[in-house]
């Protein structure tokens, strides 16, 4: 459980050593699906509220890093070799997140679609979710089955 003032000054305090004077901004929002977000156009760096509150501040910063890690690399570097480096350096682990933004090693729930996407929870899911790799949106061609390990 995080603190949110506390998540928020990290956040700022790391977008500043990593980001210097480039226009970069922190701050919540309202997803729940994804846990952070890099706004490319605007400049911002976002982090659910609600995952963030259940968080250990130690993840948030984690997601935090990931999303520098787009800032510096750009748009087009995707997860690919230059976001990468990027992330290496400033300290990201890149462990593997799921669209929700939870760690792999830490969930309880692990849910796995048609084709054998992960996806990572901490709580079970309450209804119907389809796999966002095998199909943007819903659609229960690729729902997933999920698991308690
Ligand atoms: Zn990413
Ligand atoms: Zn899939």
Redesign the pocket.
Same mark, same amino acid.
Request: charged share 10%; with cysteine; net charge positive.
């Given at each position: 459980m995080a603190d949110l003032a506390e998540v928020r000054g990290l956040a700022e305090r790391l977008i500043s050593h990593h980001l210097p004077g480039q226009g970069w901004q922190f701050g919540f929002d309202r997803a729940r699906r994804r846990g952070g977000v890099c706004i490319y156009q605007t400049r911002r760096i976002q982090l659910s509220r609600a995952l963030a509150e259940v968080w250990a501040i130690e993840q948030c910063e984690q997601v935090v890093l990931h999303e520098i890690a787009h800032a510096l690399a750009g748009a087009a570097a995707g997860h690919g070799v230059r976001w990468r480096a990027q992330a290496d350096r400033i300290g990201c682990r890149r462990e593997t997140l799921s669209d929700g933004g939870v760690a792999e090693r830490d969930a309880p729930i692990v849910g796995v $679609?048609?084709?054998? /996407?992960q996806f990572f929870r901490y709580r079970m899911p309450s209804g119907p979710r389809t $796999?966002?790799?095998? /199909?943007r949106g819903f659609d229960l061609r690729?729902q997933?089955t999920w698991a308690r390990r």
């Open positions: $679609c048609p084709n054998g /996407h $796999c966002s790799r095998c /199909h690729y997933i």
